[in-house]
């Protein structure tokens, strides 16, 4: 018997359908203290400790929490989004605003370029490389004893940092394609193949202006 019969490439194919992966974050943002203090260069630095076991967790919206992470312009901002996010990374406790921001600009940049066409910061960590790298464990879960077989996939996430990568991954296995709005700077995905605005109200602005230097 001749083993070469395996690697036959003719022949029907079985694929299976399509199926939706599912992000998996549990959180209970009052189990987290969040702190802030300054470094030696006065940037502010915040830090993160599980502090109870009291609540049950909740599942986070990935999208929710990567659209409330672009829109962090100051470090309050960021103060209050740690507040709610639960853990930002799995591996360290803290974050500098410096760093935090670099998340920021590296996220968008994974968004618009790729997720493999994008250079890896040196700060990452941990199981986060694989997160950030479009390589996330995938778990598969499947029910073969109902009539139609289930099967059940997600993404399970710790941190905030691997929540949002797992949403831009799927975001990518879908096709979905990202501008930045010339105006606001927000990332949105257009509805149409010429749409430069993220919206009515940021193309009527850039109009006026235009109207108004005469150009
Ligand atoms: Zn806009």
Not at 115 to 124: D, E, H, I, L, N
């Amino acid at each position: 018997m001749s083993y070469l019969l395996f690697r036959s490439t003719s022949g029907p194919k079985q694929i299976l359908a399509a199926m939706p992966i599912e992000i998996i974050y549990r959180v209970a943002p009052e189990d987290w203290a969040v702190s802030v203090k300054s470094n030696s260069e006065e940037i502010p630095v915040f830090s993160w400790r599980k502090t109870g076991w009291g609540s049950s967790p909740e599942l986070g919206q990935a999208i929710t929490i990567r659209d409330a992470f672009d829109a962090v312009k100051s470090p309050s901002d960021a103060l209050s989004f740690l507040s709610h996010s639960g853990p930002f990374r799995y591996v360290r406790g803290s974050v500098s605003w410096t760093v935090f921001q670099g998340w920021q600009a590296f996220f968008r940049n994974q968004r618009i370029k790729g997720v493999r066409s994008t250079q890896t910061p040196q700060w990452v960590d941990g199981d986060e490389l694989d997160h950030i790298v479009g390589n996330p464990k995938i778990k598969i879960d499947i029910t073969l004893k109902a009539k139609v077989p289930l099967a059940k996939v997600w993404i399970e996430c710790a941190s905030v940092v691997e929540v949002i990568a797992a949403s831009i991954f799927v975001e990518q296995l879908k096709g979905v394609k990202i501008r930045i709005c010339p105006w606001c700077q927000r990332l949105f995905e257009p509805q149409t193949k010429r749409g430069t605005y993220c919206g009515h109200a940021c193309a009527h602005s850039a109009g006026q202006k235009r109207r108004r230097s005469g150009t």
